[in-house]
């Protein structure tokens, strides 16, 4: 495995490795050890032609901490605006001998097309509305983090599940692990065919959706890729499929809520409940950071 572009490619010994690298640079981390040399000598090109504050920022730091140097090119400044090819952007990397390359594209598919034309560790870091692969993952280590295992527990993921990356790559990976799955938003924001997805359910009803789930994975509305409405307006999906008090009082005890973030205060969720007690939102993006070290670690190791 050269690349990670979607967790199709990841079987069981892959994500128990990457979470037991993770888990071992946070202990240490923890511990008082902020700077690692599995990286020195190495080179990473953030390649992001989406904008990102978390993705980004955690895979520049997760480089920085493993004694890589890592160099930002963003599409803004590249010279895709001045109407250079994918292919041409590509080659253009390829020449400059970098050990990774993560890249973020507005373009499914984009990723695998890089991987297959350069040398270099291809991470996808999202494309189009097809994978996000690192999210999948950093997503299920915070669930075993706290709940001690995947198996056997359910999830509910609500929300824009037609545009969302994250929401494809956390049913594969959720479902490799021994998750019971379902979907929730409204029929417009569902795909036509949502059982191809991999979900055990699929259902327009939160109040459904959310009943008896240990974990409540709540997805932001992407109106950046929606060229019509899907609803007829935001107040409108806050009261039908946003988080409240009232629906957090109805879930699960011990049920908690994640996000992958930027949430959409008072749409998707309640202000208030953002960083409330049974949120883990804050600890996915710490384990974002750790899980996207590991991830650099194990594609160098299966290389040497």
Partial sequence: MKDLISVDQLDQEDIDNIFKIAKEY???FKNGEKKFHDLRGCSVLLVFFENSTRTRTSFELAGKI???DTINISASSSSVKKGETLYDTVKTLEAMNADFIVI???MSGAANIVAKSVKSHVINAGDGTYQHPSQALLDAFTIIEKKGALAGLKIAIIGDILHSRVARSDIKLFKKLGGEITVCGPITMLPRHAEVLGA???????EDAIKDK?????LRIQLERQDKPFFSSLREYSIKYGLNQERLNKMKEDAVIMHPGPVNRGIEIQSELVYGDRSLILDQVENGLFVRMAIYKYLKDLED
Avoid: N, Q, S
């Fill in 214 to 218: 240990d974990v409540v994975i709540f």
């Fill in 104 to 106: 973020r594209h507005y």
């Fill in 200 to 206: 055990d359910y699929i259902t327009t009803d939160i």
């Fill in 66 to 68: 493993l004694g890589a």
């Fill in 26 to 28: 946070k202990e240490r």
